[in-house]
């Protein structure tokens, strides 16, 4: 039997599945931390940095600066306004709780770098003692040695977490390739760049907020305590989109601002997993930080803690990569369909 075609033939339509059947995968909160662990597990020797730098902040020398800061502290009573009766009690309320800050800073700890950094449990611990007795401690006296000692320091501790993160991420991608030399420099100059970036931000966001604050403390101090925790809140806000910044420089070898930026479109095309990601991890770190820290400097049993930080904190920061790439191939494959989308109506649209 013969089969009766219309006269009317419409026109061939260009059409693109653009519901929502489209399988596009979510980054995974779980998948990414077990990831990380693994990572860490398969190589343990990853975790060797933080162990050796909080042993070293642990039975290491210390080097105090209080007497460096003590004539500043003496002399503040000399200046003008502040002499009178009435702010003697609250000026030796200041300078004893400066004083007993500053006896008990070992200005090592400068070695915990921040945002890229080896971590480190001892750095918050009670400075100068130790299981052994107390170690040797040299007491600066003057600007240029707390100076020379603050650059060096931070030279050291920078490049000490540029190595440990970028072995980290190496591990992520599965490359067990030396790094060579010209890499390494170019993530290193990154990670000197990204701090002092990351400064000026907070100068051009909290000068503002800072002034605006000081003449709602003038009018209302209660009113301003609220403000400056919703400011604090908001400035938070506004740097979590940087967050994985460092991960674009070491697994793409991105320069920073081009690291910024993926960063931004990262986190903006995946906010509320990126935010549970990083509340989760949070937890992770500090709940167990609260164990790790429980015993006293001067106890063995700190050794655990030691062992258990270097893996946990070392596992997260694993997690944040194999998150940053499922995340980066989230926001891609969204960002790709948008495309086909537009190029459809497109299409469409001309017919």
Not at 220 to 238: D, E, G, H, K, N
Not at 271 to 292: C, H, N, R
Request: net charge neutral; with cysteine; glycine share 4%.
């Amino acid at each position: 039997m013969a089969r009766h075609f219309p006269r009317e033939c419409g026109k061939i339509r260009i059409c693109m599945n653009t519901s929502s059947d489209i399988n596009i995968e979510k980054p995974k909160i779980v998948q990414a931390l077990l990831a990380g662990f693994n990572t860490i597990a398969n190589k343990p020797y990853l975790i060797i940095l933080p162990i050796l730098l909080d042993l070293f902040l642990w039975f290491g020398p210390g080097w105090r600066v209080d007497n460096v800061f003590k004539p500043l502290l003496e002399n503040m009573q000399t200046l003008p306004g502040l002499d009178s009766t009435e702010y003697t009690s609250i000026l030796e309320e200041f300078q004893a709780s400066w004083q007993e800050l500053l006896a008990n800073f070992n200005l090592a700890v400068i070695l915990r770098t921040f945002p890229i950094g080896v971590p480190s449990l001892m750095a918050s611990k009670t400075p100068f003692i130790n299981p052994l007795g107390q170690p040797l401690v040299t007491r600066l006296n003057t600007d240029g040695q707390v100076l020379g000692l603050t650059v060096f320091f931070l030279a050291l501790g920078i490049t000490l977490g540029n190595l440990y993160i970028q072995k980290i991420s190496q591990q992520v991608l599965q490359n067990d390739q030396k790094t060579d030399i010209k890499t390494f420099l170019k993530t290193l100059s990154q990670s000197i760049l990204m701090p002092l970036a990351l400064c000026i931000i907070l100068l051009l966001i909290c000068i503002p907020v800072l002034f605006f604050l000081g003449l709602i403390m003038m009018i209302s101090p209660s009113v301003s305590q609220f403000l400056m925790t919703l400011a604090l809140l908001v400035i938070i806000w506004i740097l979590m989109p940087l967050i994985f910044t460092p991960h674009g420089i070491f697994l793409y070898k991105q320069n920073l601002i081009a690291a910024m930026m993926t960063s931004i479109n990262v986190v903006r095309m995946s906010m509320s997993k990126t935010a549970w990601f990083i509340l989760a991890s949070y937890i992770i770190v500090e709940g167990l930080d609260y164990l790790w820290q429980s015993p006293a400097a001067d106890n063995w049993f700190l050794l655990v803690g030691i062992l258990g930080h270097a893996f946990i904190v070392s596992g997260v920061i694993a997690a944040s990569f194999h998150y940053f790439i499922d995340a980066t191939k989230f926001s891609q494959t969204l960002i790709n369909k948008q495309l086909q989308i537009k190029n459809a109506s497109s299409l469409n649209d001309h017919e």
